[in-house]
């Protein structure tokens, strides 16, 4: 699993994304585990990505699976905690067994 923001460096909802989703991967210890990737759609490529993944505001966050599937999207605002914590908790359960 890994999660995508889509955003601009200078957007400050976009930092509070990023800040957000970093503090509760290392409070649930998946820091390590779980990616989270940052896609400046201000570049040539992540124009190019935010339009392939249909990105129309920033930020948008994209959690996908190992396999690449879409699990939860977020758009326009940093997702809420409680929609987080079940797929890391999920994530938790895998990363334990392996």
């Not at 990023?18 to 896609?39: I, M, Q, Y």
């Not at 759609?41 to 599937?69: H, K, Y």
Request: some cysteine.
């Amino acid at each position: 699993m890994k999660f995508e923001v889509y955003g601009k460096l200078n957007c400050a909802k976009c930092k509070s994304t990023k800040d957000k989703l970093s503090h509760l991967l290392t409070k649930a210890a998946l820091g390590e585990a779980v990616p989270l990737v940052f896609v400046d759609v201000d570049g040539v490529e992540g124009m190019a990505e935010g339009a392939f993944n249909d990105v129309r505001d920033v930020p948008t966050t994209i959690l996908r699976s190992d396999a690449g599937e879409p699990l939860a999207r977020w758009e326009g605002k940093p997702p809420l905690s409680t929609e987080v914590f079940p797929f890391l908790g999920a994530a938790k359960s895998v990363s334990a067994v392996q």
